[in-house]
């Protein structure tokens, strides 16, 4: 298996434009993770969906941020409209099983800048 | 303006040594422990986990010990090799809710 696939995998944006990050997770894993890493936060739990069901999404920053996904094969997460403070690493996660306990496999990230 | 960010620790050793890289917990009733490698322009890989019904688990190489009474999690790392060079974040969990992360530790190996 390839593992976590993560595209883009650098985007750079004018602030107010829409971003869409995308997510394939690992084939046979039933939990995905979203997850935001920057210098000032660390990283940090977004949302997570457990057999394509969102459970937590107490982590998504505000209503500019949304995610969903649609099959077991592959999520995104949208941010309309973007804005220089939204630049960060995002992490997306799979792993079998539902909830933390288990192995997470993280991807490679999507470096957002937003200008 | 410059911006401010977290100070990563930093934890510099020789090549063949051995590396300790602590974390402390925040919440007492975490359950579950893992220990994360991130090397440069890579996302987080599972190194080892523990749970709270236990203080020591080994694994390749690797060692991770629970002290639950002060709420704190080292990793230790044998015979350290450049390869291990990476940011090391420690993981914890309670009730499988959620995942918090520490700010992670900085290994740099000396050839």
């Known amino acids: 298996d390839a593992g976590v696939i993560q595209s883009p995998r650098h985007e750079v944006t004018e602030m107010g434009q829409e971003v869409t990050l995308r997510c394939k997770p690992i084939?046979?894993?039933?939990?995905l993770f979203w997850y935001r890493q920057t210098m000032m936060r660390g990283l940090e739990l977004l949302i997570y969906f457990n057999n394509n069901v969102p459970i937590d999404d107490s982590g998504m920053p505000e209503d500019r941020f949304s995610a969903k996904m649609p099959n077991a094969s592959f999520s995104t997460l949208k941010i309309q409209p973007s804005e220089p403070r939204d630049s960060a690493v995002y992490f997306c996660a799979s792993s079998y099983g539902q909830g933390f306990d288990t192995e997470a496999f993280f991807g490679q990230g999507t470096r957002l800048t937003v200008v | 303006g410059e911006s401010v960010g977290l100070h990563l620790p930093t934890l510099s050793v020789q090549e063949g040594d051995n590396s300790i890289i602590n974390c402390a917990y925040s919440?007492?009733?975490?359950?579950?422990f893992i220990w994360y490698k991130q090397e440069s322009g890579k996302g987080p890989q599972f190194i080892i986990d523990i749970r709270s019904n236990m203080d020591k688990r080994q694994g390749q190489r690797v060692t991770v010990l629970l002290n639950k009474t002060v709420k704190h999690l080292s990793l230790q790392i044998a015979a350290t090799q450049p390869g291990d060079s990476a940011v090391y974040f420690c993981a914890e969990n309670e009730n499988n809710n959620d995942m918090r992360f520490g700010a992670g530790t900085r290994l740099t190996v000396k050839p």
């Open positions: 919440n007492s009733a975490s359950d579950y």
């Open positions: 084939s046979g894993h039933n939990s």
